[in-house]
């Protein structure tokens, strides 16, 4: 018998917050067994937060 997914729960763990965005998006785009550009299709962000988010040392 196969697992309700909608149950499941995931975490991920990394030392930096891009790390932890990286293996976010890896860890969706898998299950959902979807390409990372088809996820973000359409998404908008407020660059400057996602640029300090992604390189920490800007």
Not at 6 to 17: D, G, I
Not at 39 to 44: E, I, K, M, R
């Amino acid at each position: 018998m196969r697992p309700d997914r909608s149950l499941e729960q995931s975490q991920v763990v990394a030392p930096t917050e891009r790390e932890v965005l990286r293996l976010a998006l890896d860890l969706v785009t898998g299950r959902l067994e979807i390409t990372e550009a088809k996820l973000l299709d359409g998404a908008t962000v407020h660059t400057e937060e996602l640029r300090a988010a992604l390189d920490p040392d800007r």
